[in-house]
């Protein structure tokens, strides 16, 4: 196994590719009558551990990657100093709705059985959860939507949320902070989704919205992937989520030590996906661009007509 081996040059804990039955196969061919359960424990005695994949290489290195996380930095601290919201906003994975394997563990008497292939033509629906999490009061809202990820649905929870929440919480609030991935329903060069900002949250509530991204393949600092939707799928491991209703009520129930709360809302409006926005209408937004990488950090503020 000497070519075969990886290990921790801090805690020594080593590990290997191969499998306990080959390891057995390979010492039965040497004489050596071992059976796997054996060399398991031999295993464990050298002080190997089973290891899985960890998802921890960055796919892109942006040579701007640093400096953008240095701004966001500087604009968390500057909108905590005001009082102001800082939320961090993305859609969380898709759920078949039905009696479907939900991934992890749980303390019972047996197995709960469910479906033994996971069909979409069998689920009830294939639940979005979109998430929003408020950094500074530590409070998650989940909206979740039964048609598409779409640009208007990913502003529209927003809009839920300040309705219900956020205004509410900060009642002297003229400006919002954003922190979004750099891609999908809410990427930085998503014209669909600066329009909707405009129409749906700036205008109506006459709020100046401010958007940082986060590099691309940098999505894993996005503060509501380890603070809210890991809870969420702690809370639900192992349990199917066999209709909406459960679903919401997994998520309403996701509590911390440190205090966090969390909503859940269901969001049944269809959404069209395909929404083109023309340069006539971008040229109408009141978009302002932030000197430091303007591609990634902006302000949608109320347009003129507001009263």
């Given at each position: ?37 054996t060399v ?66 749980k303390w ?44 208007d649905f ?154």
């Open positions: 196994m000497q070519h075969d081996t990886a290990g921790d040059p801090i805690t020594g804990i080593k590990w290997s590719r191969r499998t306990t039955r080959k390891v057995a196969e390979q010492l039965a061919a040497l004489g050596i009558a071992v059976s796997k359960n398991g424990r031999l295993l464990k005695q050298l002080r190997y551990k089973l290891r899985v994949n960890r998802k921890q290489i960055a796919s892109s290195n942006s040579p701007l990657r640093n400096q953008q996380f240095l701004y966001i930095g500087g604009q968390r601290q500057r909108f905590a100093a005001q009082g102001l919201p800082i939320i961090s906003v993305d859609s969380k994975k898709k759920e078949l709705i039905g009696n479907f394997k939900n991934p992890g563990a019972d008497r047996q197995p709960q059985l469910v479906k033994d292939h996971d069909f979409r033509s069998e689920a009830q629906a294939l639940a979005t959860p979109r998430g929003i999490y408020d950094l500074r009061a530590n409070r998650g809202s989940v909206f979740v939507g039964l048609s598409h990820d779409t640009p990913a502003v529209d929870t927003i809009a839920h949320w300040w309705q219900c929440e956020g205004r509410l919480r900060y009642p002297q609030a003229h400006e919002i902070f954003i922190l979004a991935d750099a891609g999908g329903s809410n990427g930085s060069r998503c014209r669909a989704w600066k329009k909707a900002l405009q129409d749906r949250i700036c205008d109506p509530w006459g709020l100046t919205v401010t958007v940082s991204h986060y590099p691309p393949g940098t999505s894993k600092w996005n503060p509501i992937e380890h603070r809210l939707f890991s809870e969420i799928s702690k809370n639900w491991a192992g349990q199917p989520l066999t209709d909406i209703e459960t679903m919401l009520n997994f998520i309403r129930t996701t509590k911390t030590e440190t205090g966090l709360a969390v909503s859940a809302y269901l969001i049944p409006q269809n959404y069209d996906t395909g929404i083109k926005v023309s340069d006539r209408q971008m040229r109408q937004l009141n978009l302002i661009r932030h000197n430091t990488l303007g591609l990634w950090n902006y302000s949608v503020r109320p347009t003129a007509n507001v009263i």
